[in-house]
């Protein structure tokens, strides 16, 4: 009951602080394009170029005492007879040392400088530019229009004469159109000329500020000046942080007004994220029982992610779509793991013998050079013949070693990459995609590209929804896959190994030939492995051998121990929310992580760490309940 | 030796929960004396043991009533140790012996003679040296004692059992100062002559003044080795007897009695006698704790067969071996036709059913709908509830939803509905479930064992009733195996009594508790009688 008031006052604070942040956001979020913002920008834009042209003001002063100085010293040694190098070099030295002094205080006292007249011209020359950086992009973007085909037709030109050369193709970056030809349009012109105006007008009114300036000293200013001024893309937000960069948070009469409205958004954000706590607070004994722990924490943690990836302004979108593209590459892996749960063999950690059974696939298409879907199909039909006997030997095996399946999985996994790396360097295969150009075996990645089955999936019926891309192919397959396994668990076989996996003696009971359904499960899973692969090669762009392999089994297994399924029991939709939540955790954590940690590799340990603690955490519940 | 007993356990009275196992119990023991502890299984024999030797299971679970007073002093045993250091041992039903140690070493363990040597000065008395000279001398003469004439350096390991038996009895007689040895059932895995020869062993050993406790349920052992009997029935004292104010007959009367009324009462009628539908012909089962050592029996259609005796006495392998859950040997014939044992798909083919007494381990899918369970049988069995598209089937949601709508309501069963997983109902229920699945079979002959382990009362009402209704208006020919004589009595046309893997007698229900006590002790009624043993 007390339990109970607390998690009721503890909501009703934390949605009072939603309200208020969620109010202050409201009200500052439309001021950026109002006047209040417009003269934020204002005062802050003429603070930068004061700042900026400034320091080349003082420079000026520097420079004609230096060169007085000079001139004075050589008189000065000329009568003394002194040392004239080091009679300059000392009154140079002085001459800049007093300057500096004297303008140094002077130049920071900027409220004194009238800027009216400074203000106005920068506004005109703000539009001005503006209206030139349009035009230009326009004109530049109908030129790459023009020149995309040919470019592409030469990369792809290239690549062949590399190939047939023999040598290592790599990654194949996006095309780019050599802008060396453009030339500017005559509407550019027009506007370059206005701008230049304006500018003339900017320069004028420096000068009118500092008298030292002149034209010549003005013009070697454009490019800062400009650069304050306006720059392609600027809005309220990004303007401000440049402004506040260059440290002119001084020209600022309510630094908190400011803050508040350029912050608005995340305000906005933040609102929303204390209320999915409060509501987590509310209702956490039913998402308890719901959900379990261990998804409660990995989706508040993906929730977390998503806010934090919007206070950084990441393009939460774009990384949303990267996730469902890596949940429908990574799903049929974990599809495979529903077979070996339900008929008894536990987590299938030796997946990595469909997965080489389809590496396999994949290179026997490559190799014969079928191209498009019928190669697709030809990989897959060779992956599941091989997976499918390989998967009936591992069976045998795990048959005769039941009780022990966690340890015996894990090594058979390792043992078969180990195994492969032998393979791959005497396997038979001669297309010069595959192999190295110099000595044995088959390179370590390799490359897919549109002669074969890259973004095979991922291209079919792709649409984009802003910078939102759905994957419509591969999440096609993955629905497909995921509906034949759940008619495969609803039939009389399915029925049976099910019962299996959850209690073998009462199968037994039934007459129902327990080995018979382990090899099934066990064969369906390690094919489902093979399909998996080559889904995720199609869509990586790239088939990685030798000991790539090695950890998928259990990315894998994490993926659907996460989404709700324990080492006994486990549903399709285990395999969607759980494919979904371990790819969207390492999607999202790898850009925010490397904005909190520059340069560091806390995603790859983010990975590791999910995954193996995810598998810990199930096996300390299958010792309990799940097995009494 | 000044008090009368040296053992006196007086008023004792233990209660788990709600679950009263003890009530005021008392057990009285003279020096010499062989006491013997009758009762069935759960008469409350190893809860008084328990407290005598000071079990944590006691202490954990608060306590006991009643005073324990050795040689007439109020005593407290807190813990097994403190039994043995007041002089009290045991001899255990499963051997407590290292298999890898010698004789010696077994019958020495943790009371090892020891040397004091250079290193034990120094580190303590751990480090001590063994006198193995002196420990052998005294394993022999505990050897000698119970009549053991096998070399003390042999290891426990491949000895033959009885053997075993008598090598921890040398280890209970070989401590010092004991008063009090308690013998849990050590005829069970003799043979005859080994249980003789520990007989007059006990004797001898009583002769020496140590008093024994004697727990077993083998009637003639009783009258032969025992000097006073207790009988214990329901966690109450029945009675104490001097061995020769008593008979064996009367003894089997004790020890069952009459528990409360009837639970189900059914029509007297006769016993069927129409075809034979199940032929049972020497059925061995080598199913662990209840081994069925060839066992031949007829059951006609139409009837209700109870098969009882007491617990580990083989009377659950004789349902398990006929439907091949554990492996089995010997000729069975079901409705005139041979049944191939090995594979449980055979049995239930053939129309047989089962409720297994395992109902958590065998008998339910738990974490599985109530529905998928209830027809989790017809569907692999009979290819029931499937809907057939060409090579491939799928479940039949309505017919399965409608089938387990209909034993729900049938069997009142208690639930949210048929979605409701298996694991979370109630013991009663979950029982029904199964009897459900076995019915969703549409069997002709049905085996339920155990039925009513571990439900409560007014769900061991409605199964009975159940099982009577089907036998009585579908004809279903059942046989019933439970530890509950009662329970059998009430339903069966006939019960057979099995004790040690064999068929002792088939006798009707209305036969006297004396006939179901020798019965369940090994002693064939009738044969009884002829025998001329009472007195």
Known sequence: MTKNKLQRAVAIVLVAAALVLAVLGAVNLPKRTTQTGQEIIDALRIRTLLNATGDGVVESYVKIAQDEARAKAREDAKATGANVMATIRDYVAKAEEETRAKYASSQTDYDALDTTALKAAISTYAAQLADYQAVAQQAEQAYIDAHIAEAEAAAAAARQAKIDAGQEVGEEKPVTVDMSGFVATEEMKAAQLKADEGFAAVGEALCGIYPVLDAAAVNTLKGTITDVVYQRGDEFTVQYDRYMAAGSEKALENGTAAFLIRYADDL?????????????????????????????????????????????????????????????????????????????????????????????????????????????????????????????????????????????????????????????????????????????????????????????????????????????GLLLFMLLMCFLVWLFTRSKTGVAMSAVGNNPRFAEATGINVDKMRVIGTVLSTVLGAIGILVYSQSYGFMQLYTAPRQMGFIAASAILIGGASTSRCKISHVLIGTFLFQGVLTLGMPVANELVPGSTISETLRILISNGIILYALTKSGGEARA | MSAEYVLQMNHISKRYGENTVLNDVTLQVRPGEIHALLGENGAGKSTLMNVLFGMPVIHATGGFDGEVLLDGEKTSITSPHDAMLKGIGMVHQEFMLLPGFTVTENIKLNREVTNRNFVSRLMGKNLETLDMKAMSSAARKALDSVGMSIDEYTRVEGMPVGYMQFVEIAREIDKTGIKLLVFDEPTAVLTESEATQLVSVMKEIAKSGIAIIFITHRLDEVMAAADAITILRDGRLVTCRAKQDTSIVELAELMIGRKGEAMVSTEPREVPQGNVALKVCDLWVNMPGEEVKGVSFDVHEGEILGIGGLAGQGKLGIPNGVMSLYDAMGDVEIFGEKLKLGNASNALNAGIAMVSEDRKGVGLLLDQSIEDNIVFTAMQIHGEYLRKIGPFTQKNDKEIRDVANKMIADLDIRCFGPTQHAGTLSGGNQQKVCIARALAMKPRFLFVSEPTRGIDIGAKKLVLETLVRLNREQGMTIVMVSSELQELRSISDRIMIVSEGQLVDILPPGASDADFGLAMSGIKPGEHKKGGDAP
């Open chain 1, 268 to 472: 906005l954000y933040g609102a929303l994220a204390l209320l999915v706590a409060a509501a987590t607070v509310l209702y956490y004994e039913l998402l308890c029982k719901k959900l379990g722990i261990p998804r409660i924490i990995i989706g508040l943690f993906f929730i977390l992610l998503c806010f934090m990836t919007l206070w950084f302004d990441l393009g939460l979108s774009t990384l949303l779509s990267n996730s469902l593209v890596r949940m429908g590459m990574n799903s049929i892996m974990v599809l495979a793991m529903v077979p070996g749960i339900q008929c008894g063999i536990s987590l299938n950690l030796g997946l990595p013998i469909g997965l080489v059974a389809g590496l396999i696939g994949g290179l026997v298409t490559i190799q014969l050079g079928v191209p498009g879907w019928p190669g697709f199909l030809l990989a897959i039909v060779v992956g599941c013949v091989i997976a499918a006997v390989a998967g009936w030997l591992y069976a045998q095996l795990l048959n005769r070693l039941k009780g022990d399946e966690m340890s015996v999985t894990t090594y058979v996994g390792f043992s078969i990459v180990s195994l492969m790396c032998i393979a791959w360097l005497v396997l038979p295969f001669t297309s010069l995609k595959l192999r190295w150009p110099m000595g044995t075996g088959l390179r370590n990645t390799i490359g897919l590209d549109n002669t074969n089955f890259k973004h095979i999936l991922d291209d079919f019926l792709a649409f984009k929804v802003g910078s939102f891309t759905v994957p419509t």
